[in-house]
Structures are given as structure tokens and as C-alpha cells.
Nanobody
Framework: QAQVKESGGGLVQAGGSLRLSCSASGPTSESYAMGWLRQGPGKEREFLVV????????YYADSVKGRFTISRDNAKNTVYLQMDRLKPEDTAVYYC???????????????WGQGTQVTVSS
């Protein structure tokens, strides 16, 4: 069983950048696919991006492609989400999640963090 915890959220102006971190722990957590998802106010949870266990493969949702970058450092059991050119519509609670499977679904991840708030002001 994996445990995940996000950090790095906050308030940023439109056009700015933030980097979120997600620490993973537990047996074989370094072998899990790790994803980032978000839920904005009054919106359904949205899949953003996933990275496989080695970091060699990634998949981005169209809404963040070209602006967000995922990476992982298995030596530190940490996954990062670099968010650039942020927009007010990126305001949401951002979640890190882990699963043994390679998944793009917002409902399929087995392990979730508690979320970190990102607010983008106009």
C-alpha cells in the first residue's frame, strides 16, 4: 500500500509558475504510476497528467499540455508538477495519486493524497 502527500500549493498571479511536489512511501511505491488530478470549484475531478514508474513515459490532458511538466525522482520517491503560464481557470485543489496501472481516468487511482490548493489570481 502506498501513501502519497502533496505540497507546494499557494497563491500566484496569472502568468506565473508554481511547482508541486508529491512524496510517495510504502513498499514498492517507486514502481507505481503517478498522476496529478485537480478539482476546481463546482467542477468534477479532472485528470491532468500521468508518469510511469521509470519516468520514461508521460501522458498529458489537452488542458495542460505545453504548460505543465511532470517529472519524478525515484531516489527521493518524489514526483513533481511544474506549472507555468498559469491561468485563473487553473484554480483548484490539486491531487497526487498512485496506481500500479497506467491510467488516465480520474476515478481509477488506488491511492490519493489529501490535496493542495492552488489559486491563480487575475
Amino acid at each position: 500500500q502506498a501513501q502519497v502527500k502533496e505540497s507546494g500549493g499557494g497563491l500566484v498571479q496569472a502568468g506565473g509558475s508554481l511547482r508541486l511536489s508529491c512524496s510517495a512511501s510504502g513498499p514498492t511505491s517507486e514502481s507505481y504510476a503517478m498522476g496529478w488530478l485537480r478539482q476546481g470549484p463546482g467542477k468534477e475531478r479532472e485528470f491532468l497528467v500521468v508518469i510511469n514508474w521509470s519516468g520514461a513515459n508521460t501522458y498529458y490532458a489537452d488542458s495542460v499540455k505545453g504548460r505543465f511538466t511532470i517529472s519524478r525522482d525515484n531516489a527521493k520517491n518524489t514526483v513533481y508538477l511544474q506549472m507555468d503560464r498559469l491561468k485563473p481557470e487553473d484554480t483548484a485543489v490539486y491531487y497526487c495519486a498512485a496506481d500500479r496501472a497506467w491510467t488516465f481516468s480520474s476515478n481509477s487511482y488506488a491511492y490519493w493524497g489529501q490535496g493542495t490548493q492552488v489559486t491563480v489570481s487575475s
